[in-house]
Each structure stands twice: as structure tokens, then as C-alpha cells.
């Protein structure tokens, strides 16, 4: 099955006949819904596709990161068969509801047992998790945006602080997020999709950053020693999931702490922060050992 150029760069008209396809080959008696319009979306790390319905329309996005041609085009026909089930199933093309939930009781799969695309669902799902924590590392393990390539340091010091074993990985503090999230009993924070680390320089002292441009809070790379109490990270974590989800204010964010049982965690974090963060700092920073 291939149909399209694999050579053509990635755009939204490659996409929407990418869609097309999938649609002639594997759902042609599938009733029209909502027009469809689809795209590449934001960059994310656990959200490979999405679709709504606004206005009367079908509105189907895929992770930007898929423009990549590392990524197999079996993933992006599986994520866009992925969202074209739900289509079909009702959700989100106006078409009527066949089930409840859009992903339980393993709808999805029958489907794609139903039209023969159980081994492409396979193959992605296989390709995903070899190489996706990998390849999503590659792409934004390190920071992307201009207003953070200005205060990037050279990285090489900072890549080798990074890669002793005693250093917390990207994929931990991937992991860290979600389950601050759940703890704070949030569902999703759309402002903020990825967490990372900042390679910062001797003059950069905040414990993290917020980048509104690529929805993404970075903790500054020191944190991702173990030395570091795993209080601080959760706390700077907290933080910006309460700040973008509810409000800005410091009262407010901490009495949603208190509530969600965080106040001993935001206690010990803001003392480590006044007593040992500095000298932390001064002793461990990898640009301080030139
Ligand atoms: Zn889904």
C-alpha cells in the first residue's frame, strides 16, 4: 500500500491526500459527515492525533512532529485511520453515534480487524515503541524555540553532566509531569504538551521556565541531578500546571497545593530553594567546570 510520493515533503495538501487514500482503501463505505479538514497540528509528546467537530466542520490534527520523514508513513496512515474511525464511529463528523466511548471495549481494533488494517495498526504501534521516546528526545529533548537557542549555552558540558547516570532522563520527567497532573486531578493542561530541561547558562537562576510559544515548561537542567530532591521538581511542576490551568495568582496556586495535599512538597521545595539552591549551583553547574 502506497499510493503517495514517500519523497514529498509533508505538507497539509500530502496530508489530505494521505487521508484520501486511507479513506478509498480502507473506509469506502463509510457515510459523509462533516467535511473534513486536516492538518499538522502542535509538536507533542503523547498525542499523536486528534479530531473535533466545529461549526459543521470535522477538524482532524496530527502531531507536528510526523512532518519528519524519520517518522514510517505506516505511522501516519495509522494515526489518520485512528482518527477516521472515530469519524465513522460518530465522533466528531456528525455522523450518528455508534458507541458511548470513542476508545473502549477495543473498538477501535475491531475495526481495523474489520477492514484488514490490523497489520499496519501493528507495525505502528511496534514502530512507536521502539523509537517514538527516542526520536520525540531527538527532535525536542533540547530546547527549539529562538528565545531559548539566545540563552542556550554551548551544550557540549551541559551534554555530558546530562549523560552520567546519576542525572535524571527526559523520559522521567516525562513520566513525573503526567503524574503530577493526575495528582493534581487535572485532566489536560493544553498550554503546556511537553517538559524538558534548559541548558542554562551561569546567569540563568530560575528553577524553570514556561515557553508559551511551544506550550512547553522547561526545569533547568540542574534539576535533573538525583541530588536534587525530587520535592523541588514536582513542585516547579505543580506550579505551572496550576498556573495555566487555573490562575496566576500565588495564593490561589498555593491553596490548590494545600488542597491537592502539596504543601509539605511546595514547603520542602521552597526551603531547598532558599537554603541550598545557590551553592547547588556554584558547586555543580557544568559551566562552571571549564
Ligand atoms: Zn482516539
Known amino acids: ?12 495538501q500530502w496530508l489530505k ?7 478509498a482503501s480502507y473506509f469506502p463505505d463509510v457515510a459523509q459527515g462533516y467535511p473534513i479538514t486536516v492538518s499538522f497540528g502542535i509538536r507533542a509528546r503523547y498525542r499523536f492525533g486528534t479530531i473535533i467537530a466545529r461549526g459543521g466542520q470535522c477538524i482532524i ?30 465522533f466528531g463528523s456528525g455522523l450518528p453515534r455508534l458507541y458511548e466511548h470513542p ?19 501493528h507495525k505502528a504501534e511496534a514502530w512507536r515503541k521502539q523509537h517514538w521516546a527516542e526520536f520525540y528526545q531527538s527532535r525536542c529533548g533540547v530546547p527549539v524555540d529562538s528565545q531559548l537557542r539566545q ?44 517538559v524538558g ?6 546567569r540563568q537562576q530560575a528553577l524553570s521556565y514556561y515557553y508559551p510559544k511551544s506550550k512547553r515548561v ?7 541531578d538525583r541530588r536534587v530532591p ?16 487555573h490562575s496566576g495568582k500565588w495564593e490561589r496556586i498555593q491553596a490548590v497545593m494545600a488542597q491537592k495535599g502539596l504543601k509539605k512538597t511546595e514547603e520542602e521545595a521552597l526551603a531547598w530553594r532558599k537554603k541550598s539552591w545557590m551553592r547547588f549551583r556554584n558547586l555543580h553547574h557544568p559551566l562552571n567546570k571549564l
Open 1 to 12: 500500500m502506497s499510493e503517495t510520493n514517500e519523497n514529498l515533503p509533508r505538507d497539509t
Open 17 to 23: 491526500e494521505r487521508l484520501s487514500f486511507i479513506i
Open 61 to 90: 490534527r496530527l502531531n507536528h512532529l510526523f512532518t519528519d520523514p524519520e517518522v514510517p508513513l505506516y505511522v501516519i496512515d495509522e494515526t489518520l485511520a485512528h482518527e477516521f474511525v472515530h469519524y465513522a464511529h460518530g
Open 103 to 121: 476508545h473502549k471495549g477495543g473498538i477501535i481494533e475491531a475495526e481495523f480487524e474489520r477492514r484488514g488494517f490490523t497489520p499496519t495498526h
Open 151 to 194: 540563552v542556550t549555552a554551548t551544550p557540549v558540558q551541559w551534554d555530558d553532566f546530562m549523560n552520567q547516570h546519576t542525572c535524571r532522563t527526559t523520559d522521567e520527567l516525562a513520566a513525573l509531569f503526567l503524574s503530577v497532573h493526575s495528582r493534581l486531578g487535572i485532566q489536560e493542561t493544553p498550554e503546556i504538551q511537553n
Open 197 to 202: 530541561w534548559v541548558f542554562a547558562t551561569t
Open 218 to 224: 522547561n526545569l533547568h537542567g540542574l534539576l535533573a
Open 230 to 245: 525530587e520535592s523541588v521538581l514536582v513542585f516547579e511542576l505543580a506550579y505551572w500546571i496550576i498556573r495555566r490551568h
